[in-house]
């Protein structure tokens, strides 16, 4: 590619907003929305989220935050704390292809920005965000794992940047440089990991990064046009990237080849939750009746593990953990990874008895696919073994918007009345006459 990363993908994002999404596509950024919304409604419980609320200064006529009622701050600091609300969840979207989280990034800068515009331009401007942030993470997967980068984190600037374009109605050269002044906000460590409560600033500082860099390319400030290129690959890849900015994605657009979440933890449990419940169900399996489980999965989600539980968000990283919930609780829903449950001794039991491996064939179709296989043994001499290819969310076994909404109402239960959840999940419908994108997003705030 003769262009430069920053231009070309200045020249995608003004691409998307300018093009004719179809019913589809618009549908299914509806539904990620909506999704995230519902994961907001989760995040925010966090102590740390609200220390870093209690640090923004508030604004009159500022944005709302989840949680915070009739509070307001600025645009920046709204898109910061959708960010880190969406991201500590663990129950958020995601892309395979670029091992990341779009929501947890495009989402908040559409909150942030959405007073005054339409559906149409919002539309554009989450799809636009999602391509620009997944070509980006994807130019690095599995590598910028692997050398340590958390890729949500490092492209997260880039992908608000985009989304923040968009809805500013940014031109090509003021798109360009929003793109390379977001550069200069990149960071995350997968280190953050173990220390979960706090990991979420990376991304959502990374947020409120991208966004003052629209606003400042906004404002007829320049950054280097090859910073992509000359700073940010070689800074956390060591090389050209292996996979091309411009090489076509698996879907026409990323947010259509990104998965949505049927229960929290990381999602590389997932795979082998799906497997499990699978054989559980087809064999009648009950926890007495097992003897050993083996699970073969590819080697990312076994080097993310989190071994030593000491809260919730270790056990979102857990493989043992998520298997033994599923069989002794009988589900791995949010209140599955609560602490009270890491003191049962039948839990503590069956982590025991769980292997996790890496299994060549499901290594060898990751990222592509991401697969698992278990096995378990009984007591009676059975070798039950199955194997899922897509869990649960993908797009190639996707999750029905029905289930979408369920998961908004149970999460939103806490802040908002009955029918002000039911009047927020209305964004799905494409045929109705649109209320208000900023009003919305101000009620998922609740006044409770």
Request: charged share 20%; aromatic share 8%; hydrophobic share 45%.
């Amino acid at each position: 590619m003769s262009v430069g990363g920053a231009p070309y993908l200045a020249r995608l994002t003004l691409q998307i907003a300018s093009s004719s999404l179809s019913d589809e596509c618009r549908a299914t950024a509806r539904q990620h929305l909506l999704d995230a919304l519902a994961c907001a409604s989760i995040g925010c419980r966090l102590a740390a989220f609200r220390g870093l609320a209690a640090l923004c200064g508030g604004l009159e006529n500022g944005y709302a935050w989840p949680g915070g009622g009739q509070e307001r701050v600025g645009a920046a600091d709204a898109g910061m704390l959708w960010a880190y609300a969406i991201n500590a969840s663990v129950f958020e979207d995601g892309s395979r292809e670029g091992a990341c989280h779009p929501a947890a990034v495009v989402i908040p800068a559409v909150i942030a920005l959405s007073r005054g515009r339409g559906w149409d331009i919002i539309d554009k401007a989450v799809v636009a965000g999602y391509d620009v942030m997944v070509r980006l993470a994807r130019c690095g997967n599995p590598q910028f794992s692997r050398r340590g980068f958390h890729p949500t984190a490092i492209v997260a600037p880039f992908g608000a940047a985009a989304t923040a374009a968009v809805l500013l109605g940014h031109d090509p050269l003021t798109t360009q440089n929003a793109l390379s002044i977001a550069a200069l906000g990149s960071s995350g460590l997968m280190a953050a990991f173990k220390s979960g409560p706090t990991q979420p600033l990376q991304v959502a500082w990374g947020v409120r990064n991208g966004l003052t860099a629209a606003f400042l390319a906004g404002g007829g400030h320049e950054g280097y046009g090859r910073i992509i290129e000359d700073g940010f690959f070689p800074a956390y890849l060591g090389h050209d990237p292996l996979v091309p900015l411009h090489q076509p994605l698996e879907y026409e657009y990323a947010v259509l080849g990104s998965y949505l979440k049927a229960y929290p933890g990381c999602r590389h449990l997932h795979p082998a939750i799906d497997a499990f419940a699978q054989l559980e169900q087809a064999h009648q399996i009950s926890l007495a009746q097992i003897k050993a489980i083996r699970v073969g999965t590819y080697r990312i989600a076994v080097e993310t593990e989190i071994h030593d539980l000491k809260n919730r968000g270790d056990a979102y990283f857990n493989l043992p953990y998520a298997l033994a919930a599923r069989a002794v609780l009988g589900n791995n829903n949010y209140d599955a990874f609560a602490e009270r449950h890491f003191a049962d001794a039948r839990l503590l039991g069956l982590m025991k008895k769980i292997e996790v491996r890496i299994d060549p064939e499901i290594e060898r179709r990751y990222p592509k696919q991401r697969g698992a296989r278990v096995e378990v043994d009984t007591i009676d001499g059975r070798s039950l073994a199955g194997i899922v290819e897509h869990p649960l969310g993908e797009p190639e076994n996707p999750l029905p918007p029905a289930f979408t909404r369920a998961k908004f109402r149970e999460a939103a239960g806490a802040f908002l009345a009955e029918d002000e959840m039911e009047r927020v999940a209305g964004l799905l419908d494409l045929t109705g006459p649109p209320e208000a994108a900023a009003n919305l997003f101000a009620a998922v705030c609740g006044s409770r």
